[in-house]
Every structure is written in C-alpha cells, then in structure tokens.
Nanobody
Framework: QVQLVESGGGLVQPGGSLRLSCATS????????MGWHRQAPGKQRELVAA???????NYGDSVKGRFTISRDNAKGTVYLQMNSLQPEDTAVYYC???????WGQGTQVTVSS
C-alpha cells in the first residue's frame, strides 16, 4: 500500500520561505517520478513541480525561479523549497506519485501579512 504524507505547511509572510516534505512508504521510491500540485479555493488543482526518478525537474510557470523540487532517495522523501512566497501561492499543496496514482492528504500553505 502506497502512502504519501506531507508536512511543513503553515502561515508565512509575503517574501518568506517554507520547505514542504513528502515522506513515502510502500514503494521503491528511487524508481518513481514524484510531483507537487496545489489547489487554491475556487480554482483547479495545478502542477507546481515534478521530478523524475532520474532527477530531471519541471516547474509550473508561476513558480519558476522561486520554488525548487528535490528528492532524497535514501529517505524516500521529496521536498519543495518555496522562496519569495506571495499571497497568490496560498493553497493546499499535495504530493503525488503519478505512476501509482497516489496522492497525499495535503498541507495548507497560507501567505499573508
């Protein structure tokens, strides 16, 4: 059974930073691509960032240059470093494993002064 558990969300002021983590279990993590998506109230879920099993990365246009996705295969964890956060980044952030179709429960990120 594949499980993804996000952590690291919270309230941050504009211009601040947060690092999200997604711990996995039930898969041989190094074999799988991973992704982060987000969903703001009243909006569709959108891709934030993705990383392949080989470490190739892809980002949504709105976060390029500000967010960085990375992975630690030894820990079975994928990270999302978020810098220069803005109010429009406020959303629930979800980790996913596209090849298994598994999603985490989400973690709330709120950017507000």
């Amino acid at each position: 059974q594949v499980q993804l558990v996000e952590s690291g969300g919270g309230l941050v002021q504009p211009g601040g930073s947060l690092r999200l983590s997604c711990a996995t279990s039930g898969i041989i993590f190094s074999f799988y691509d991973m992704g982060w998506h987000r969903q703001a109230p009243g909006k569709q879920r959108e891709l934030v960032a993705a990383i392949t099993s080989g470490g190739r990365t892809n980002y949504g246009d709105s976060v390029k240059g500000r967010f960085t996705i990375s992975r630690d295969n030894a820990k079975g964890t994928v990270y999302l470093q978020m810098n220069s956060l803005q109010p429009e980044d406020t959303a629930v952030y979800y980790c996913n494993s596209p090849q298994t179709g598994t999603w985490g429960q989400g973690t709330q990120v709120t950017v507000s002064s």
